[in-house]
């Protein structure tokens, strides 16, 4: 049986601190400098009944002066999660996968229905109309947009 001192339980809960606190210190400079480079807004799921996949939709913004690619995306809310794109074929629509996708600098890109959508699949617990779930986007400048995205009906409606 051992005897806890207090004074060195404080002591190390103060070093764990301190090596939290110093992180982020260290940290802050590197981020202040990319963090504001990209934004997501008008986030939202489109979900489906019956375990059809559901479909994530965001607007892409690049605030800097060199164009940033969109490479990854995953979710601790879903098995799967893709970027795709809806090819029209005349009358016949197909989806393609997307290995990446450019947010254009000073400019924006919709993903949006019609066009690009976050294919999502295998959700990892029940997810409804009113749900809220969060994608993470990684971007080729080594930044994540950790994204909140409203479930919404298929009709988009709130
Ligand atoms: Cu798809």
């Given at each position: 049986m051992s005897i806890r001192h207090p004074l060195l339980a404080s002591h190390a809960r103060a070093a764990t601190l301190a090596a939290l606190f110093g992180a982020v210190f260290i940290g802050?400079?590197?981020l202040a400098a990319e963090a504001h480079a990209l934004t997501a807004r008008?986030?939202?799921?489109r979900w489906l009944p019956n375990n059809l996949p559901a479909a994530g939709y965001v607007t892409l913004a690049n605030d800097s002066d060199k164009p940033v690619d969109l490479l990854d995306i995953s979710s601790d809310d879903y098995g799967s999660a893709m970027l795709h794109q809806t090819v029209s074929n005349g009358s016949t629509q197909k989806m393609v996968m997307v290995d990446?996708?450019?947010?254009?600098?000073?400019?924006?890109?919709a993903i949006a229905p019609g066009g690009y959508h976050l294919m999502l699949e295998k959700p990892a617990h029940k997810i409804m109309p009113g749900s809220i779930v969060h994608l993470k986007l990684k971007f080729s400048d080594g930044e994540t947009l950790d994204t909140a995205f409203p479930v919404k009906p298929p009709t988009g409606a709130q």
């Open positions: 802050a400079p590197a008008d986030a939202w799921v990446k996708l450019t947010v254009p600098a000073h400019g924006s890109v």
